[in-house]
């Protein structure tokens, strides 16, 4: 029987896009988050893992990873900027993670300025939003 090390261990060296798939089940946070580093994970398993929900900080961990990660295609960073605007929205505040969609080219300006206007953005979250987009222009 496999133990929760296992999957960790799994999770960071596994390269078989349908392994990854199957990890990305897994009920352990930490093991989402391992996936989220792993540059191997495929688009469909980082997808899922922006609906993966656990604790405020685990989230907003995972959120920032999904959105660096440099097999995320537009549809997995819509996903995760659909998360990140809802946890915004709830009042948490996930801005490594909207800090790190801001960089990525492969969503519109517009789509990523909405964040700050959202109720968990604070001054200094659209102040570097700001910034950040106002660099890829």
């Given at each position: ?73 537009p ?19 996930p ?43």
């Open positions: 029987m496999p133990t929760p090390a296992d999957y960790l261990a799994l999770a960071r060296a596994e390269r078989d896009s349908l392994v990854l798939q199957r990890l990305a089940k897994s009920p352990y946070p930490f093991v989402w988050q391992a996936l989220a580093t792993n540059p191997h994970t495929p688009p469909e398993a980082l997808q899922e893992l922006s609906a993966a929900r656990d604790s405020v900080w685990n989230d907003n961990k995972l959120l920032h990873l999904l959105a660096g990660h440099p097999s995320a295609n549809v997995v960073l819509r996903a995760v900027l659909e998360a990140v605007a809802a946890k915004l929205d709830e009042g948490e505040r801005y490594a993670a909207a800090l790190a969609l801001a960089d990525r080219l492969e969503l519109e300006v517009d789509e990523v300025k909405k964040l700050g206007t959202l109720r968990g953005a604070s001054a200094r979250l659209r102040h570097l939003l700001n910034l950040r987009l106002s660099a890829r222009i």
